[in-house]
C-alpha cells in the first residue's frame, strides 16, 4: 500500500469511528462484538501478568506490608524475601541515592495524607496516585519508573490493600523531576487533579542559612526580625530572599514558603 492510499484508509477509519463515539452506543454499531475470554484458573492470570510489562503489587498499607508481586517484579533488583519482610522500608533503598530523601520526607508522606484525607472524606476508592522516580534495576542500572496507585479494599473507614502498578518509562522520560499527581475520580468519572508537585533532585538546595530564614519566614517574621534573631543585617537577609526567589522560581513569599517545603524539602 502506497503511502498516499493508507493516509486516505487512516482517514476514512478515524472519521467513521469519531462518527461512532459521538453517539455513545459504540457497541451497538458493531456487528460481531468481540467476546471476553475467561481465566479458568491463576495459572492462565500468572501467564498473563508474565508477559505484561508493568509491575503489579498489592500493598497493605496500614500495615506497611506487601500481598502480592506479579512474576515480572524481576525487572527490579530485589530480594524478594526482604521485601515481604521490611516492606515498603525495603523498597526505599532500591531507589536512587540522590530521589531517597525527597520520596521519604515528600512523596511519601504526601500519599498518606491523602489516603486519610480520603477515608475522612469517604473517597478512599476515589483515590488515584501516581508518582515518577528511578529505582535499581536487576541489570544494576537506574530507571524511571511510574507508580500507580488505587486504594482497592478497606474496613471500617482504613485503608487495607493498595493496588500498584509500576511501569519502565526510562525510553519516555526526558527531565529530571520526581513527578506527583493526585486525582479524584468524579461520578462521571472524569478527574480532578487535587496535588501535584514536580521536584528536581538536582536542583540547587537551600543552604543552612536560607532554610533558617524560610522557616522564621514561614512563621510570619520580618525581615527586621529575623536579622536580629540571626545576628545579621537586614541587608543580609534581604539578599538571601532574593537568592531563593531565583532558586525557587517563586514569585512571591507565599509561593517561596510553598516550594520551600515541597520542591526543596526543607524541614520546619
Given at each position: 500500500?502506497?503511502?498516499?492510499?493508507?493516509?486516505?484508509?487512516?482517514?476514512?477509519?478515524?472519521?467513521?469511528?469519531?462518527?461512532?463515539?459521538?453517539?455513545?452506543?459504540?457497541?451497538?454499531?458493531?456487528?460481531?462484538?468481540?467476546?471476553?475470554?475467561?481465566?479458568?484458573?491463576?495459572?492462565?492470570?500468572?501467564?498473563?501478568?508474565r508477559i505484561t510489562p508493568g509491575i503489579i503489587m498489592l500493598i497493605n498499607y496500614s500495615q506497611h506490608q506487601y500481598l502480592y508481586h506479579s512474576p515480572n517484579i524481576s525487572q527490579l533488583d530485589m530480594d524478594i524475601s526482604l521485601m515481604y519482610q521490611y516492606g515498603p522500608l525495603y523498597t526505599l533503598s532500591l531507589f536512587?541515592?540522590?530521589?531517597?530523601?525527597?520520596?521519604?520526607?515528600?512523596?511519601?508522606?504526601?500519599?498518606?495524607?491523602?489516603?486519610?484525607?480520603?477515608?475522612?472524606?469517604?473517597?478512599?476508592?476515589?483515590?488515584?496516585?501516581?508518582?515518577?522516580?528511578?529505582?535499581?534495576?536487576?541489570?544494576?542500572?537506574?530507571?524511571?519508573?511510574?507508580?500507580?496507585?488505587?486504594?482497592?479494599?478497606?474496613?471500617?473507614?482504613?485503608?487495607?490493600?493498595?493496588?500498584?502498578?509500576?511501569?519502565?518509562?526510562?525510553?519516555?522520560?526526558?527531565?529530571?523531576?520526581?513527578?506527583?499527581?493526585?486525582?479524584?475520580?468524579?461520578?462521571?468519572?472524569?478527574?480532578?487533579?487535587?496535588?501535584?508537585?514536580?521536584?528536581?533532585?538536582?536542583?540547587?538546595?537551600?543552604?543552612?542559612?536560607?532554610?533558617?530564614?524560610?522557616?522564621?519566614?514561614?512563621?510570619?517574621?520580618?525581615?527586621?526580625?529575623?536579622?536580629?534573631?540571626?545576628?545579621?543585617?537586614?541587608?543580609?537577609?534581604?539578599?538571601?530572599?532574593?537568592?531563593?526567589?531565583?532558586?525557587?522560581?517563586?514569585?512571591?513569599?507565599?509561593?517561596?514558603?510553598?516550594?520551600?517545603?515541597?520542591?526543596?524539602?526543607?524541614?520546619?
Amino acid at each position: 500500500m502506497d503511502s498516499s492510499n493508507q493516509t486516505r484508509l487512516f482517514d476514512d477509519h478515524h472519521i467513521y469511528f469519531q462518527q461512532l463515539l459521538r453517539t455513545n452506543s459504540l457497541i451497538d454499531r458493531i456487528a460481531d462484538p468481540a467476546t471476553a475470554v475467561p481465566f479458568t484458573n491463576l495459572t492462565h492470570y500468572e501467564e498473563l501478568l508474565r508477559i505484561t510489562p508493568g509491575i503489579i503489587m498489592l500493598i497493605n498499607y496500614s500495615q506497611h506490608q506487601y500481598l502480592y508481586h506479579s512474576p515480572n517484579i524481576s525487572q527490579l533488583d530485589m530480594d524478594i524475601s526482604l521485601m515481604y519482610q521490611y516492606g515498603p522500608l525495603y523498597t526505599l533503598s532500591l531507589f536512587r541515592p540522590e530521589h531517597y530523601q525527597i520520596m521519604r520526607d515528600t512523596i511519601m508522606p504526601e500519599l498518606y495524607r491523602l489516603i486519610n484525607e480520603s477515608i475522612e472524606n469517604r473517597r478512599i476508592y476515589d483515590l488515584r496516585v501516581c508518582y515518577s522516580n528511578q529505582m535499581r534495576t536487576s541489570s544494576g542500572e537506574y530507571h524511571w519508573f511510574m507508580h500507580h496507585v488505587s486504594l482497592v479494599a478497606a474496613e471500617d473507614s482504613t485503608p487495607l490493600i493498595g493496588l500498584k502498578y509500576m511501569i519502565d518509562i526510562n525510553h519516555f522520560k526526558k527531565d529530571n523531576c520526581i513527578d506527583f499527581v493526585a486525582t479524584l475520580k468524579n461520578p462521571d468519572n472524569s478527574e480532578t487533579i487535587i496535588a501535584q508537585q514536580a521536584i528536581n533532585p538536582v536542583k540547587k538546595q537551600f543552604t543552612t542559612r536560607e532554610q533558617q530564614i524560610i522557616n522564621l519566614l514561614a512563621i510570619g517574621k520580618t525581615s527586621k526580625q529575623i536579622a536580629h534573631e540571626l545576628g545579621i543585617s537586614t541587608h543580609t537577609v534581604n539578599n538571601h530572599r532574593k537568592n531563593m526567589m531565583i532558586k525557587a522560581n517563586a514569585a512571591n513569599n507565599s509561593e517561596l514558603i510553598s516550594k520551600a517545603f515541597g520542591e526543596f524539602a526543607v524541614h520546619r
